[in-house]
């Protein structure tokens, strides 16, 4: 007779748990062999934020990023932390999320400094949606350290800092999933920036937050996806109100057209 169940059957218990995250603690004191798995659940999604100090929390509990659990998690979200916290970017914590493929970055809006995300470059090689809120210095560096990056949210855009003078390299992801964009006083930065790519913009859904002095850029947009893009929908600042104009079908063949008059 076995002395435990076979590693696959106990797989099987802890994948119908994987939304039980009290029973899967529990699950860690029963045995040894059980926490790799019971981990992979409670893990894979992470958020650091200032108010509940999840991040002094975790660098206390994991001082040595290769022994710690991050490479679980999968969706990671990182937002209000006190400037301090980024100095120890250059330690490598970040580097040990190797396996996220989904990433959100909030800035503090009441904090007097802005974050620096060189530490974040590429961080995993697996993100695949990047959503930035209240972000500035440096974004598309970081949006192009994704190689397989498909979706994208820039949320609340400054387009102050250094990006006025960015150059796109010469490899940049192929962006075939989803743009939503909000900027503060308009999208036309942002829209430049990312028209730049070098390698193209294949956007399949796009959504957009403006004035309606951003609507050639809009167009503009819809022009770089023409081959592409199934879905728009516009959210324009008119004459103080905040109509919603979903853009589809027969209007979005419409300015399709518009964009190469």
Not at 5 to 22: A, F, N, R, S, W
Not at 129 to 140: A, G, P, V, Y
Not at 187 to 203: E, K, M, P, Y
Request: net charge negative; hydrophobic share 35%; glycine share 6%.
């Amino acid at each position: 007779m076995p002395r435990s169940l076979p590693p696959e059957i106990l797989d099987l218990v802890t994948d119908q748990l994987h939304d039980e995250p009290t029973t899967l603690k529990a699950c860690c004191l029963v045995s040894k062999s059980w926490i790799s798995q019971t981990q992979r659940h409670l893990f894979a999604h992470v958020e650091f934020d200032s108010l509940g100090h999840t991040f002094k929390s975790w660098m206390e509990t994991f001082p040595d990023p290769s022994n710690s659990p991050a490479h679980h998690t999968r969706s990671l979200v990182i937002s209000h932390l006190p400037e301090a916290s980024f100095s120890l970017g250059t330690g490598g914590w970040i580097h040990a999320f190797h396996n996220v493929t989904h990433f959100h970055f909030e800035r503090n809006t009441r904090a007097s400094y802005d974050v620096p995300l060189t530490p974040f470059f590429g961080f995993s090689p697996a993100v695949r949606s990047l959503r930035l809120t209240s972000t500035s210095s440096e974004i598309f560096d970081l949006i192009c350290s994704f190689p397989l990056l498909e979706d994208l949210a820039l949320i609340n855009f400054c387009p102050e800092g250094g990006i006025v003078r960015w150059k796109a390299p010469s490899t940049s992801p192929k962006l075939t999933g989803s743009l939503d964009l909000t900027a503060r006083g308009g999208i036309n930065s942002a829209t430049r920036q990312l028209l730049d790519f070098q390698g193209g913009l294949h956007f399949a859904k796009i959504t957009v937050t403006c004035i309606g002095e951003d609507f050639g850029s809009v167009k503009d947009l819809v022009s770089k996806c023409s081959g592409t893009l199934e879905s728009l929908d516009v959210r324009c600042f008119l004459m103080g109100m905040f109509p919603s104009v979903p853009l589809i079908g027969q209007n979005l063949t419409t300015l399709r057209g518009r964009s190469h008059a």
